[in-house]
């Protein structure tokens, strides 16, 4: 079966079923699993109304896409981006699917998101549209059902808003949602974990092409939760850090940070 080439305007969803139709090509997949392997299980769109702080009211949309639950409960972060769609969703649904696999945790694939630029939102406004998305979504979530986890424009902080909102409905339950405050039973190291794994993932390439971590020239793109964190560890190794941008910008030097 020859599998198509994704083109540069095709969304993450056709990036994904084209890299698992490869891979299904080399494990001489038969058509049905094939089928079963692109098909998420469930998919959920939700509108979220939310009154503004100034009176008004907005009708925000969110998404939570469970790509499998046969390995153990799905898992997934949630982010709240302007371009967050359905395809989009999918995607990293399904690539969490792999990843877990991977690396042979007993989870499935999940995401979610909500359609949305979080900058524009007062921290009381960004509480109550979490909220609502877990209102509408909570019968589906649940330690032994869908675990969600933070993402793009998420944090400790939203969590912590998940897991009290769900605990309403269900009592409490901080095994509900990952990326928690310690002091509410996160996990030690979850903040700087995403940076951890850019690092050792680097490390790991340096080595395999003979290249010297010491010393090394690093640019970083993306300088948030995760790019900060990173830069941290590359400095650490004794590496140098000459680049770093974000959407603002970015800045450069030739000596490198310390």
């Not at 083109?7 to 080399?26: C, F, S, T, Y």
């Not at 509108?47 to 939570?64: A, H, Q, T, W």
């Not at 080595?207 to 995760?226: S, T």
Request: net charge positive; hydrophobic share 40%; with cysteine.
């Amino acid at each position: 079966m020859e599998t198509p080439t994704p083109q540069d305007h095709e969304d993450p969803r056709e990036i994904v079923v084209h890299n698992v139709l490869k891979a299904a090509d080399r494990l001489g997949l038969d058509s049905e699993m094939r089928t079963l392997l692109n098909m998420p299980f469930r998919e959920v769109r939700v509108e979220i109304p939310l009154r503004m702080d100034n009176g008004s009211l907005r009708i925000f949309v969110g998404y939570r896409v469970q790509h499998s639950g046969v390995r153990g409960p799905a898992k997934g972060g949630i982010r709240f981006h302007p371009s967050t769609g359905l395809n989009e969703v999918r995607a990293l649904a399904a690539a969490m699917t792999w990843k877990t696999a991977l690396v042979n945790l007993p989870f499935g694939g999940a995401k979610g998101g909500i359609n949305v630029d979080p900058k524009e939102l007062s921290t009381t406004e960004l509480q109550r549209l979490t909220r609502g998305y877990i209102r509408r979504i909570h019968l589906l979530l649940g330690p032994y059902r869908d675990i969600p986890a933070p993402d793009m424009n998420t944090n400790a902080q939203v969590m912590t808003w998940i897991f009290d909102e769900y605990s309403a409905h269900h009592g409490y339950t901080p095994a509900c949602v990952t990326g928690k405050p310690v002091e509410l039973g996160g996990s030690l190291g979850r903040e700087s974990a995403t940076g951890r794994g850019v690092f050792c993932v680097t490390e790991a390439l340096l080595k395999d092409l003979r290249i010297p971590m010491a010393g090394a020239r690093v640019a970083i793109q993306g300088f948030g939760n995760v790019g900060s964190f990173a830069a941290g560890f590359f400095v650490d190794a004794g590496a140098k850090v000459i680049a770093v941008s974000d959407i603002n910008g970015g800045s450069s030097t030739r000596k490198g940070w310390t």
